[in-house]
């Protein structure tokens, strides 16, 4: 018998089954894609060499290799927060102190000692800014007083922010005998030896801010002084009056200089017991000044005044812009400015304004701003009647927001309106990196921005969005809850 598989009669053809023909089906259509991709890799191929240069359409989402550039002066890239040398420095001696009263020896020496040891924050150490503000340690008198000061507390954060500063924020008396405005001097002193890194301390009073954004200070113009601070020559050494100057905002260098000077100023101060005889001195030398305290204010005059030889020639009496500026003078005419700048924008065919409008970071706002001055060359210095520039800082002396006790040259209604419009003011300017503006300065909602603001057409999604709904019924109680004489003594 022959085994089936060794018979010499053909076998019939075994009928595909759907397992086969599945198999089959797949094979075919692995190789038709395959053909298909080494088509389409061909014809990529082709017609990168026939044209070579990018589509002009942006591409978000490819990878950028970032440009060789320098960082600039407010780059944190390259500082060493993690290396503190065991070489000792200034801060291993149980000599020294932070307080006023106790002046440091030799600090040039020891700062530049410590920066040696700190390499990597000697580089840009000379235009290194710390802001220093303030308040008092307790809670306002003033109902809606803490929410003011957090509106202004959130402006010098914003401006710090987009200028790369540090910023110290002090609560508490320093000295236990130094308050009301005379606590600012301790709170500086202790910030030079916290912060040897900082070439100037700047003080900002709680009731000032910001309100423009882009401006930077020209340092350079400061670098022959060590204390920079809004007046007059002529009021405080001709006319001998103690509003010749503001000490509310004031830039000083952290030097010895300094140090000594902050112990002549603090002098005159409550800790002293001759407090109430420098408050005699200064009233009769300042025929104009309005209360027998002796006050910080009047006392830098003093020493402008008096001392002259002494400390003059490094002082810097600043004129030329807003460096405070007094706000009854600046608010009413911020809808003007606002519709200046506006007006800039709008502007079509020009590639240096469609630059001005366009969308950026806020990292690298710095940039814009200087691209704005060209288009500021007729706004005037943004100081005194007929300039349209934005005002630099706006201080609300004499509205005392926290204690409500405002000076009665004003209204209760007028100080917390003026407040409400600048920082309005401020913030739409902060707000529109996001995305945001309030629709007018006495508006606190926000709407959304449209592309190419503001020439673009109102978004779809234009609604206001109001932030403020279930606290703005106390709002227009702003320091009428207290009397109408003017009380210098509250806060910071």
């Known amino acids: 018998m022959v085994s089936p598989e060794h018979s010499s009669h053909p076998q019939p053809m075994t009928k595909p089954t759907l397992k086969a023909k599945a198999s089959s089906w797949l094979t075919d259509g692995f190789l038709f894609l395959g053909g298909a991709f080494l088509a389409l890799l061909l014809l990529i191929t082709i017609y990168s060499l026939i044209n070579p ?39 291993d001696d149980p000599e020294l102190t932070y307080t006023i009263g106790c002046p440091v020896k030799n600090w040039d020496e020891k700062r530049r000692q410590w920066l040696m040891y700190h390499p990597s924050f000697s580089a840009g150490a000379a235009e290194r800014i710390l802001m220093v503000t303030g308040s008092q340690p307790s809670a306002c008198k003033n109902p809606i007083g803490d929410h003011l000061l957090l509106r202004f507390f959130k402006n010098k954060m914003d401006y710090s922010r987009i200028h790369g500063i540090d910023l110290f924020y002090n609560n508490a008396f320093m000295h236990p005998e130094m308050r009301s405005y005379w606590a600012k001097i301790p709170v500086i002193r202790a910030a030079m030896v916290a912060h040897p890194e900082a070439e100037w301390i700047w003080w900002v009073d709680s009731d000032a801010l910001f ?40 830039l000083i260098r952290n030097c010895e200089w300094s140090m000594k000077f902050l112990e002549a100023w603090a002098a005159m101060g409550p800790q002293t017991p001759d407090y109430e005889k420098w408050g005699e001195t200064l009233r009769a030398t300042f025929k104009d000044k309005a209360f027998p305290e002796s006050d910080d204010q009047t006392g830098l005059a003093y020493l402008i005044y008096k001392e002259n030889e002494k400390w003059a020639d490094r002082i810097y009496l600043e004129s030329d812009y807003y460096f405070e500026g007094y706000w009854a003078e600046i608010v009413g005419n911020l809808d003007n400015i606002t519709e200046k700048y506006t007006d800039i ?77 600048a920082l309005n003011f401020a913030d739409n300017q902060v707000l529109r990196k996001y995305g945001f503006v309030h629709p007018s300065a006495v508006d606190s909602s926000l709407q959304p921005l449209p592309f190419n603001y503001p020439v673009g057409k109102s978004s779809p999604q234009g609604s206001s969005y109001n932030m403020h709904e279930a606290s703005d019924d106390s709002e227009p109680l702003l320091l009428r809850v207290a009397g109408l004489l003017w009380q210098y003594t509250e806060g910071y």
């Open 345 to 421: 924008e709008k502007r079509q065919g020009d590639e240096d304004v469609a630059r001005l409008r366009r969308r950026h970071a806020e990292k690298v706002s710095e940039q814009y701003g200087a691209f704005r001055e060209k288009f500021l060359k007729d706004a005037g210095s943004g100081y005194g009647v007929g300039s349209w520039r934005r005002p630099f800082v706006t201080h609300f002396t004499g509205c005392q927001p926290c204690s409500g006790a405002h000076n009665r040259m004003y209204s209760g209604t007028s100080c917390w309106d003026g407040m409400q419009k």
């Open 211 to 250: 309100t423009d954004m882009a401006f930077k200070l020209p340092l350079e113009k400061y670098s022959s002084y060590n204390l920079v601070v809004h007046g007059w020559a002529h009021l405080i050494l001709d006319t001998h009056s103690w509003t010749g100057l503001n000490a509310g905002v004031f």
């Open 53 to 91: 240069n990018p589509s002009s359409s942006p591409n978000f989402g490819r990878a950028v290799t970032p440009p060789k550039s320098n960082p600039g002066r407010h780059s944190d890239q390259g500082l060493d927060f993690m290396s503190d040398p065991p070489d000792r420095t200034f801060y």
